[in-house]
């Protein structure tokens, strides 16, 4: 069975503090995808990141790094340095060779406060 | 970038009528479509899977007869809710995967959504 789960349903920090998004998948496939979005009030799903399941390299873009471990099966999602902008629901997602189907986690809603 | 587009972004129709939600890939050509719902505070699921010319698939629990979706050519897809009930509000995306982004099926490029209201 593939499951996305984000057992965080809801975070609260104040600006400029640090936040991690915790993402746990399971799959019996070998090859599959994982990914991250974050949807603002407007609901517009905005794309963060892919990861294959072969590259476990960890990623940073700017304020946002990405730590991808296999081992665990977690894909875990860092704000460094948090802004109000960055308030909204956030979505991990899996996509595996084996369905061609997204599934989605329950999502994390992010509030940052000034 | 590919864009997905979709028509229209929010809608109000009254309990017993029926509403059609489009979606375009503006820019490449879409042999498969997904509609998705989301209700408030919730997940996105998918309900349906449309390929270009055939019938849609629809996920488990969802009534094809209720969510009529026809792809009639490789950049539109619509979704009719059919008889249309309060329990029908939520949003509505769809996505459609680029055949030609190097062969990988997991490029699937998200609409803006579609906000569904019924009176």
């Known amino acids: 069975a593939q499951k996305v789960t984000q057992a965080q349903t809801e975070i609260s920090v104040v600006e400029k503090e640090d936040v991690t998004l915790d993402c746990v998948y399971e799959?019996?496939?070998?090859?599959?995808?994982l990914f991250w979005y974050k949807q603002p009030p407007s609901g517009e799903l905005v794309f963060l990141i892919r990861?294959?399941?072969?590259?476990?390299q960890n990623e940073i873009s700017g304020r946002y790094s990405w730590n991808f471990q296999k081992s665990t099966s977690s894909f875990n999602f860092t704000i460094t340095a948090s802004q109000v902008v960055d308030s909204a629901v956030y979505f991990c997602?899996?996509?595996?060779?084996?369905?061609?189907?997204?599934?989605f986690g329950t999502g994390t809603r992010l509030k940052v406060l000034a | 970038g590919a864009v997905v587009s979709q028509h229209p972004s929010w809608v109000i129709c009254k309990s017993g009528t029926s509403v059609k939600i489009e979606c375009r890939s503006l820019?490449?050509?879409?042999?498969?479509m997904f509609w998705y719902r989301q209700f408030p505070k919730q997940s996105l699921m998918l309900m349906a899977t449309?390929?270009?010319?055939?019938?849609?698939?629809?996920e488990q629990g969802v009534e094809k007869d209720k969510f009529l979706i026809n792809h009639a050519s490789l950049t539109l897809s619509t979704l009719t809710v059919t008889s249309a009930h309060p329990e029908d509000s939520s949003f509505y995306i769809c996505?459609?995967?680029?055949?030609?982004?190097?062969?990988?099926?997991?490029?699937?490029?998200f609409g803006p959504g579609t906000r569904l209201t019924v009176t």
């Open positions: 799959t019996r496939d070998t090859t599959y995808y």
């Open positions: 449309s390929n270009e010319g055939s019938k849609a698939t629809y």
């Open positions: 997602a899996l996509f595996t060779s084996g369905t061609y189907k997204y599934i």
């Open positions: 990861r294959n399941s072969f590259d476990e």
């Open positions: 820019d490449f050509q879409a042999t498969t």
């Open positions: 996505s459609a995967r680029d055949p030609l982004a190097g062969g990988q099926n997991y490029e699937q490029y």
